[in-house]
């Protein structure tokens, strides 16, 4: 198992850090598990002069899974667009063709007041974002800033998705609802968007290939609604970048703490990249207070989807489960009664309760 670890900005570093120490105990149980260090973000930027530079590129190329912290750090925000530390995530994103990105929602019984609903909407919560990663309005061409005849200024962008694009992810939707609820409910905009209505068009088709998944389809204005009114009526849930950026934002709110949830993005023959769905948190890097267990969780979703070790899978996400049951919080899961430990700790627990 070959895996490229960057660990990128802000709190990347130190919760990469407490993954890494899970994978080097999975070590010592035998596996052979190999992992090189690059930079990407405004550490790429720092270190290279670009948020994702060639040799981080090619070392994740060559590997098998990428293990990813975050990027994004407030001394970056002047930079050129270019050379701005998102632009490392959504290169790399393209390069590696990582088009489907998986993102749960899950409620964990022992977090279940963290949530923002009450208890009652959210508990026993499960759903599967799958969002499409490498196309629509985030790439599209042309796009820019232009000036018109009349002397005014336009800012545009175009929204697109090609049949093959559609088709490939929409199979990934279907897969993975045989897997679980075997319900799928797109996500579009096709009362007003013809990538929309041609997107709904190519997903009914892809379907027919999977008699045994429900269908459903739903505005993403409604879906939002729904996220918050009804969470639980949701199994797998399909939709495009930007409809899936925001809604995954959303669905993440759900379960209280996005410092629980990981994410996997997967090329056609899951080799994946896999983070934290949350952000850099420049504000409390190095304090060694982030919640390093979103980007363990991810690693758990890496023995699952590239490495296909459920087993090993569920070791990890039992270990997890485990350091909540013994009462273990970091400051944004904490609760009265409970007892609040720092990042390391926590990465300490978990390898003890694996
Ligand atoms: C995400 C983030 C990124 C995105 C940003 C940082 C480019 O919001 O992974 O959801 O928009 O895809
Ligand atoms: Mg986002």
């Known amino acids: 198992?070959?895996?490229?670890?960057?660990?990128?900005?802000?709190?990347?570093?130190?919760?990469?850090?407490?993954?890494?120490?899970?994978?080097?105990?999975?070590?010592?149980?035998?596996?052979?598990?190999?992992?090189?260090?690059?930079?990407?973000?405004?550490?790429?930027?720092?270190?290279?002069?670009?948020?994702?530079?060639?040799?981080?590129?090619?070392?994740?190329?060559?590997?098998?899974?990428?293990?990813?912290?975050?990027?994004?750090?407030?001394?970056?925000?002047?930079?050129?667009?270019?050379?701005?530390?998102?632009?490392?995530?959504?290169?790399?994103?393209?390069?590696?063709?990582?088009?489907?990105?998986?993102?749960?929602?899950?409620?964990?019984?022992?977090?279940?007041?963290?949530?923002?609903?009450?208890?009652e909407l959210v508990s026993g919560l499960d759903i599967m974002i799958l969002r499409e990663l490498t196309g629509d309005i985030y790439f599209g061409q042309p796009r820019g800033i232009r000036t018109l005849d009349n002397g005014e200024q336009q800012g545009f962008d175009t929204m697109m998705y090609s049949e093959s694009e559609i088709r490939r992810v929409a199979h990934v939707g279907f897969q993975i609802a045989m897997k679980r609820g075997k319900k799928l409910c797109s996500v579009d905009k096709a009362n007003v968007l013809d990538t929309s209505m041609f997107w709904r068009e190519i997903v009914i088709e892809v379907s027919k290939e999977y008699p045994q998944v429900e269908l459903s389809h739903m505005y993403v204005d409604n879906a939002a609604m729904q996220l918050v009114r009804a969470p639980k009526q949701f199994d797998v849930i399909l939709t495009g970048n930007i409809f899936g950026d925001i809604l995954s934002d959303e669905a993440s709110m759900l379960t209280g703490s996005i410092g629980m949830l990981p994410s996997a993005s997967l090329d056609a023959h899951n080799k994946g990249l896999y983070e934290p769905c949350h952000g850099s948190a420049p504000d409390i890097a190095g304090k060694d207070i982030a919640n390093p267990l979103a980007t363990i969780l991810s690693v758990a979703m890496m023995m699952r989807y590239t490495f296909a070790r459920e087993d090993i899978a569920q070791r990890i996400e039992t270990a997890v489960r485990k350091v909540l049951q013994q009462g273990l919080r970091t400051g944004d899961i904490f609760e009265p009664g409970m007892q609040k430990i720092g990042c390391a700790a926590m990465g300490d627990a978990v390898v003890a309760a694996l």
Request: charged share 20%; glycine share 12%.
């Open 1 to 119: 198992m070959k895996i490229a670890v960057l660990p990128g900005d802000g709190i990347g570093p130190e919760i990469v850090a407490q993954a890494a120490k899970v994978l080097e105990a999975l070590r010592g149980d035998g596996l052979k598990i190999e992992l090189e260090y690059a930079h990407i973000g405004g550490a790429g930027y720092d270190a290279a002069g670009d948020p994702l530079p060639d040799a981080t590129l090619k070392l994740s190329q060559q590997s098998d899974a990428v293990l990813l912290g975050a990027v994004g750090g407030y001394q970056y925000d002047t930079l050129p667009r270019p050379m701005r530390p998102e632009q490392g995530l959504l290169r790399i994103r393209k390069g590696l063709g990582l088009f489907a990105n998986l993102r749960p929602a899950m409620v964990y019984p022992e977090l279940v007041n963290a949530s923002s609903l009450k208890p």
